[in-house]
């Protein structure tokens, strides 16, 4: 059985791992990137919006998923 403090600490982890990581899939397949105060623009548009959002989201998926194995890892091993 997974102990509660476990999930409840991983809970944040999990949403940001899968909202960034969505966002970024999302804003790969339709070649575009919502830019504030200019609305959706395409990738042509807007390339430097569009490398630092997808850059940024996949870092933050990344980051989350590595912290949530290092959560684990850390209670199971240490």
């Known amino acids: ?44 548009e807007a390339p430097k919006s569009y490398y630092i959002t997808l850059g940024v989201m996949v870092f933050i998926a990344l980051f989350s998923i590595i912290s949530i194995i290092f959560r684990v890892y850390s209670y199971y091993y240490m």
């Open 1 to 44: 059985m997974v102990p509660i403090e476990l999930i409840v600490g991983s809970i944040g982890n999990l949403f940001a791992f899968v909202f960034c990581l969505g966002y970024a899939i999302y804003t790969f397949l339709r070649k575009g990137v919502h830019v504030k105060g200019k609305g959706w623009k395409t990738k042509d």
